[in-house]
Protein backbone atom coordinates (compact mmCIF):
# COMPACT_ATOMS: atom_id res chain seq x y z
CA UNK A 1 0.00 0.00 0.00
CA UNK A 2 1.25 3.69 -0.79
CA UNK A 3 1.95 5.37 1.83
CA UNK A 4 -0.74 8.38 2.51
CA UNK A 5 -1.95 10.76 5.11
CA UNK A 6 -5.27 12.51 6.01
CA UNK A 7 -5.69 15.96 5.43
CA UNK A 8 -6.71 18.00 8.80
CA UNK A 9 -7.00 21.80 7.07
CA UNK A 10 -6.08 23.94 4.44
CA UNK A 11 -5.19 27.17 4.79
CA UNK A 12 -4.31 30.63 3.27
CA UNK A 13 -2.87 33.73 3.90
CA UNK A 14 -3.33 37.29 1.98
CA UNK A 15 0.20 38.52 2.94
CA UNK A 16 3.82 36.93 3.44
CA UNK A 17 5.30 36.12 7.09
CA UNK A 18 1.72 36.23 9.09
CA UNK A 19 0.16 33.21 10.35
CA UNK A 20 -2.29 31.38 7.28
CA UNK A 21 -6.18 30.22 8.50
CA UNK A 22 -8.41 27.65 7.27
CA UNK A 23 -10.25 27.62 4.12
CA UNK A 24 -12.79 25.14 3.42
CA UNK A 25 -10.73 24.44 0.23
CA UNK A 26 -7.86 25.41 -1.99
CA UNK A 27 -7.51 25.14 -5.79
CA UNK A 28 -3.80 24.04 -7.17
CA UNK A 29 -2.47 25.14 -10.41
CA UNK A 30 0.62 24.37 -12.26
CA UNK A 31 3.16 27.28 -12.17
CA UNK A 32 1.36 29.36 -10.04
CA UNK A 33 0.65 26.93 -6.22
CA UNK A 34 -2.18 27.91 -4.48
CA UNK A 35 -4.69 30.55 -6.17
CA UNK A 36 -5.59 32.90 -3.55
CA UNK A 37 -2.32 32.75 -0.99
CA UNK A 38 0.13 34.83 -0.68
CA UNK A 39 3.01 32.18 -1.50
CA UNK A 40 1.75 31.47 -5.06
CA UNK A 41 4.04 32.31 -7.75
CA UNK A 42 6.13 30.10 -10.58
CA UNK A 43 8.98 29.12 -7.78
CA UNK A 44 9.49 25.98 -5.78
CA UNK A 45 7.95 26.74 -2.57
CA UNK A 46 4.10 26.84 -3.81
CA UNK A 47 2.92 24.54 -1.25
CA UNK A 48 3.78 24.47 2.36
CA UNK A 49 2.84 20.84 4.44
CA UNK A 50 3.53 20.11 7.99
CA UNK A 51 2.26 17.00 9.79
CA UNK A 52 -0.45 17.31 12.45
CA UNK A 53 1.81 15.02 14.67
CA UNK A 54 4.98 17.55 14.37
CA UNK A 55 2.09 20.46 15.77
CA UNK A 56 1.10 18.11 18.90
CA UNK A 57 4.32 17.54 19.72
CA UNK A 58 5.07 21.47 19.61
CA UNK A 59 1.82 21.76 21.21
CA UNK A 60 3.17 19.87 24.60
CA UNK A 61 5.88 22.43 24.85
CA UNK A 62 4.13 25.82 24.68
CA UNK A 63 0.88 27.28 26.73
CA UNK A 64 -0.77 29.43 23.46
CA UNK A 65 -3.27 27.34 20.97
CA UNK A 66 -1.78 25.93 18.07
CA UNK A 67 -4.38 25.98 15.34
CA UNK A 68 -4.12 25.24 11.84
CA UNK A 69 -2.03 27.74 9.91
CA UNK A 70 -0.04 28.85 12.42
CA UNK A 71 2.83 27.47 11.52
CA UNK A 72 1.90 29.34 7.96
CA UNK A 73 1.99 25.41 6.60
CA UNK A 74 -1.10 25.44 3.57
CA UNK A 75 -1.52 21.52 3.97
CA UNK A 76 -1.87 20.16 7.86
CA UNK A 77 -1.68 16.50 7.76
CA UNK A 78 -1.40 13.18 9.53
CA UNK A 79 -0.15 9.94 8.72
CA UNK A 80 3.02 11.16 6.97
CA UNK A 81 6.47 11.82 8.10
CA UNK A 82 7.02 14.35 5.70
CA UNK A 83 10.71 15.41 6.42
CA UNK A 84 11.78 11.96 5.79
CA UNK A 85 10.53 12.45 2.23
CA UNK A 86 13.12 12.98 -0.56
CA UNK A 87 13.12 16.04 -2.77
CA UNK A 88 11.74 14.72 -5.92
CA UNK A 89 8.92 12.66 -4.05
CA UNK A 90 5.67 13.17 -6.16
CA UNK A 91 2.69 13.48 -3.49
CA UNK A 92 -1.17 13.35 -4.76
CA UNK A 93 -2.04 16.20 -2.60
CA UNK A 94 -6.45 15.97 -2.90
CA UNK A 95 -6.68 15.67 -6.82
CA UNK A 96 -3.86 17.58 -7.27
CA UNK A 97 0.03 16.14 -8.46
CA UNK A 98 3.01 18.11 -6.40
CA UNK A 99 6.25 17.23 -6.16
CA UNK A 100 8.75 17.41 -2.89
CA UNK A 101 10.97 20.60 -3.53
CA UNK A 102 12.45 21.64 -0.37
CA UNK A 103 12.51 19.61 3.44
CA UNK A 104 12.35 22.59 5.98
CA UNK A 105 13.42 26.35 5.38
CA UNK A 106 15.47 28.89 7.47
CA UNK A 107 13.25 30.34 9.84
CA UNK A 108 12.85 34.27 9.25
CA UNK A 109 13.46 36.73 12.55
CA UNK A 110 10.15 37.93 12.66
CA UNK A 111 8.16 34.65 12.30
CA UNK A 112 4.81 35.33 13.92
CA UNK A 113 4.68 32.01 16.04
CA UNK A 114 8.54 31.96 17.01
CA UNK A 115 7.69 35.97 18.30
CA UNK A 116 4.88 33.77 20.41
CA UNK A 117 5.69 30.42 21.28
CA UNK A 118 9.62 30.76 21.14
CA UNK A 119 10.59 28.38 18.62
CA UNK A 120 8.84 27.50 15.11
CA UNK A 121 8.34 23.23 13.53
CA UNK A 122 7.93 24.63 10.09
CA UNK A 123 12.02 24.63 9.73
CA UNK A 124 12.98 21.51 10.73
CA UNK A 125 9.95 19.69 9.35
CA UNK A 126 7.92 21.32 6.98
CA UNK A 127 8.03 20.41 3.70
CA UNK A 128 7.62 22.36 0.34
CA UNK A 129 6.35 21.69 -3.15
CA UNK A 130 5.48 22.74 -6.65
CA UNK A 131 2.11 22.08 -8.99
CA UNK A 132 2.22 19.65 -11.41
CA UNK A 133 -1.35 18.88 -12.32
CA UNK A 134 -3.79 21.29 -11.37
CA UNK A 135 -6.42 19.95 -8.93
CA UNK A 136 -8.03 20.98 -5.59
CA UNK A 137 -7.33 19.71 -1.73
CA UNK A 138 -10.23 19.55 1.05
CA UNK A 139 -10.22 18.80 4.71
CA UNK A 140 -10.80 14.73 4.49
CA UNK A 141 -8.69 14.19 1.19
CA UNK A 142 -5.95 12.30 1.15
CA UNK A 143 -1.87 13.23 0.55
CA UNK A 144 -0.47 10.10 -0.95
CA UNK A 145 3.20 9.28 -2.15
CA UNK A 146 3.11 7.65 -5.75
CA UNK A 147 5.09 5.79 -7.10
CA UNK A 148 7.61 6.66 -9.88
Known amino acids: MKEQATIRAVCVSERKGEQKHPVDRIDLRPHHGIVGDAHAGDWHRQVSLLAKESVDRMQEQVSIPLHPGAFAENVLCEGITL ?3 PIGTKLQI ?7 TQ ?3 ECHADCAIRQQ ?3 CVMPREGIFAVVLEAGEAR ?3 M ?4 DD
Open 103 to 105: IGK
Open 143 to 146: VQVM
Open 117 to 119: AGD
Open 94 to 100: GSALCEV
Open 83 to 85: AEL
Open 139 to 141: IGD
